[in-house]
T-cell receptor, first 111, second 115 residues
Framework: GENVEQHPSTLSVQEGDSAVIKCTYS??????FPWYKQELGKGPQLIID?????GEKKDQRIAVTLNKTAKHFSLHITETQPEDSAVYFC??????????FGTGTRLQVFP | NAGVTQTPKFQVLKTGQSMTLQCAQD?????MSWYRQDPGMGLRLIHY???????DQGEVPNGYNVSRSTTEDFPLRLLSAAPSQTSVYFC??????????????FGPGTRLTVL
């Protein structure tokens, strides 16, 4: 079955710097890779996703890159702001109905 | 729309007690699921449903039961609570079956402590 590994577990950056979170997956058949953001005391919320027919997707300050050969994908946040502080989860499908999440990255952005 | 709602927000149980965590959505979503979140473990899928009357097991189903009698509701039952079930529980829904390939909408969570 699918296994998703996520690194780092914690990440601290200065406001304005960039942050990168990396995930690897095991099932080469996986072709959908979402990223979720969880703010304190709330449920996770989808922020961006990528399907395997593209190598990169951007949405304002966030971007996701996918390397299918190496089976890894990354979340990039540029010009970080204090409101980016949260826990971020990557995920990949084990099948059409089971989404497997990574262990999460706690991002802290210091003013 | 209220989205996905969960009750209660907090719960403390004693070992061996039973309880039901409630989850409801008002978006007419076919797919619903339950996750537990533990420190360092991420979100792990407990059970899911692709429609009324259809449920299946996720990664960590032991100790939990589910049913789906309506499109809107997907309760999670703990028949005999154990300290290992201390966790934060999230319910989620997705527009169609094939929920792993669509946006999941999460509820606010239930924090459960088993003494």
């Amino acid at each position: 079955g699918e296994n998703v590994e996520q690194h780092p577990s914690t990440l601290s950056v200065q406001e304005g710097d960039s942050a990168v979170i990396k995930c690897t997956y095991s099932d080469s058949a996986s072709n959908y890779f979402p990223w979720y953001k969880q703010e304190l005391g709330k449920g996770p919320q989808l922020i961006i996703d990528i399907r395997s027919n593209v190598g990169e997707k951007k949405d304002q300050r966030i971007a996701v890159t996918l390397n299918k050969t190496a089976k890894h994908f990354s979340l990039h946040i540029t010009e970080t702001q204090p409101e980016d502080s949260a826990v971020y989860f990557c995920a990949a499908p084990a099948n059409t109905d089971k989404l497997i999440f990574g262990t999460g990255t706690r991002l802290q952005v210091f003013p | 729309n209220a989205g996905v709602t969960q009750t209660p927000k907090f719960q403390v149980l004693k070992t061996g007690q039973s309880m039901t965590l409630q989850c409801a959505q008002d978006m007419n979503h076919e797919y619903m699921s339950w996750y537990r979140q533990d420190p360092g473990m991420g979100l792990r899928l407990i059970h899911y449903s692709v429609g009324a009357g259809i449920t299946d097991q996720g990664e960590v189903p032991n100790g939990y039961n589910v049913s789906r009698s309506t499109t809107e509701d997907f309760p999670l039952r703990l028949l005999s609570a154990a300290p290992s079930q201390t966790s934060v529980y999230f319910c989620a829904s997705s527009r169609t079956s094939g929920g792993a390939y669509n946006e999941q909408f999460f509820g606010p969570g239930t924090r459960l402590t088993v003494l």
